[in-house]
């Protein structure tokens, strides 16, 4: 099939960041492309040629637009699968599967699954309600410290939170959860592996993330990852087990921890470009969002190796500004030797939410991840007054 300058469809359930940089790429090939999201102001909307506004959980909105297109992918797993399953059985491609996306939309599937598949991951035990949970807990079945997490539609750090006390139990909120094991760790690592339709399969290098210790977000991805060999080469073996397992098509997101004692264990994934691989759009060959679109049309996948060290920032909206955005600092920023902006496009902050990343390039690691630092100290995302 020839998807370039044709009349050929490609279709992406989700308008945020993820789609509107995979939406780069589509335009630099001309390919052309539909989207659907649930907001008139998503991010994706300006850069596609036609865009939809209807809700991703809602069959008639997933499945009617999925009727417009040749082949069908996502920028975020809360979608409507019997829809995509119906539109899969009359012969759409679509990529990941339902069949994939079923094992992966919720974290106690997902968990359960690692189970089955003896992958490595951190012990714990899936609950229908909260109800179920404090049961067990009263009869000691779950012990503190643990970790929480909300099934379905956590992100960013929403919908995970470290259980220490009886009163950390009262704030959660009465739905299907999973109460984990607090694994000590000395750090969090994240391999992606992509995957195109006939089996070709290429790994990205290991990275390592920085989290933000309150709102459990990612403050600095940076690749390579400043670990053993070793342990690089164990990480690169488990996510591709791991994306055998579920037998994707297109990228894998996995995010492992690394025990003090160097032991690896799958925390989780994603079946869709990855904030961890962000930084491939100036430090790699071949980004990210590229090799999605690659491997989603059975193309020849790129090289998943980097040119340079690449660490990338994450710009979240400041505590304490809610309203129309402003990017403090941002020319100081821009005067700095391989750093580049990405502004996302949304047009309202708020705390902790996403607003845009930024990268920075070097040859040296120490010296990138010294820009990094003062990058995160120069720039602040406020609101207007």
């Known amino acids: 099939?020839?998807?370039?300058?044709?009349?050929?469809?490609?279709?992406?359930?989700?308008?945020?960041?993820?789609?509107?940089?995979?939406?780069?790429?589509?335009?630099?090939?001309?390919?052309?492309?539909?989207?659907?999201?649930?907001?008139?102001?998503?991010?994706?909307?300006?850069?596609?040629?036609?865009?939809?506004?209807?809700?991703?959980?809602?069959?008639?909105?997933?499945?009617?637009?999925?009727?417009?297109?040749?082949?069908?992918?996502?920028?975020?797993?809360?979608?409507?699968?019997?829809?995509?399953?119906?539109?899969?059985?009359?012969?759409?491609?679509?990529?990941?599967?339902?069949?994939?996306?079923?094992?992966?939309?919720?974290?106690?599937?997902?968990?359960?699954?690692?189970?089955?598949?003896?992958?490595?991951?951190?012990?714990?035990?899936?609950?229908?309600?909260?109800?179920?949970?404090?049961?067990?807990?009263?009869?000691?079945?779950?012990?503190?410290?643990?970790?929480?997490?909300?099934?379905?539609?956590?992100?960013?750090?929403?919908?995970?939170?470290?259980?220490?006390?009886?009163?950390?139990?009262?704030?959660?909120?009465?739905?299907?959860?999973?109460?984990?094991?607090?694994?000590?760790?000395?750090?969090?690592?994240?391999?992606?592996?992509?995957?195109?339709?006939?089996?070709?399969?290429?790994?990205?290098?290991?990275?390592?993330?920085?989290?933000?210790?309150?709102?459990?977000q990612v403050e600095y991805v940076i690749c390579p990852a400043r670990i053993d060999e070793k342990v690089a080469q164990k990480a690169n073996e488990i996510a591709l087990e791991v994306s055998k397992s579920f037998n994707h098509v297109g990228l894998l997101a996995v995010e492992m921890f690394q025990t003090e004692d160097d032991k690896l264990m799958v925390n989780e994934v994603a079946p869709r470009p990855h904030n961890s691989g962000h930084y491939s759009i100036e430090a790699s060959y071949t980004s990210q969002f590229e090799n999605h679109i690659r491997a989603i049309l059975n193309l020849p996948l790129g090289n998943t190796a980097s040119k340079v060290a690449g660490i990338m920032v994450n710009l979240v909206g400041a505590e304490g500004f809610t309203g129309d955005v402003v990017y403090e600092n941002i020319e100081k920023i821009m005067a700095i030797d391989g750093v580049t902006p990405h502004i996302y496009g949304k047009g309202e902050t708020r705390p902790f939410r996403k607003m845009g990343h930024v990268t920075i390039v070097n040859e040296n690691m120490d010296e990138a991840r010294r820009i990094a630092e003062k990058v995160k100290n120069s720039i602040r995302v406020i609101s207007a007054k």
């Open 1 to 216: 099939m020839n998807y370039f300058s044709s009349d050929f469809k490609l279709g992406i359930l989700g308008g945020g960041q993820l789609g509107k940089m995979l939406l780069a790429e589509t335009r630099k090939f001309d390919i052309q492309t539909f989207v659907l999201d649930s907001s008139h102001e998503a991010p994706a909307r300006l850069a596609c040629n036609n865009f939809f506004q209807g809700d991703l959980l809602e069959f008639d909105a997933v499945y009617n637009f999925g009727k417009l297109v040749d082949v069908l992918t996502l920028e975020i797993e809360n979608v409507n699968l019997d829809a995509l399953e119906k539109l899969e059985n009359e012969g759409l491609k679509v990529y990941p599967s339902p069949k994939t996306l079923r094992l992966i939309q919720s974290k106690s599937v997902q968990k359960e699954f690692y189970i089955k598949n003896n992958i490595p991951t951190a012990k714990g035990k899936a609950f229908k309600s909260l109800k179920e949970l404090l049961v067990e807990f009263m009869e000691g079945k779950v012990k503190m410290p643990f970790v929480w997490k909300s099934a379905r539609f956590g992100y960013d750090g929403n919908g995970v939170k470290i259980i220490r006390s009886a009163k950390d139990i009262e704030t959660l909120p009465d739905v299907e959860c999973i109460a984990e094991e607090l694994v000590p760790f000395k750090n969090e690592l994240a391999v992606i592996v992509v995957r195109n339709v006939a089996g070709q399969v290429k790994t990205y290098p290991v990275v390592e993330m920085e989290f933000h210790p309150e709102a459990n």
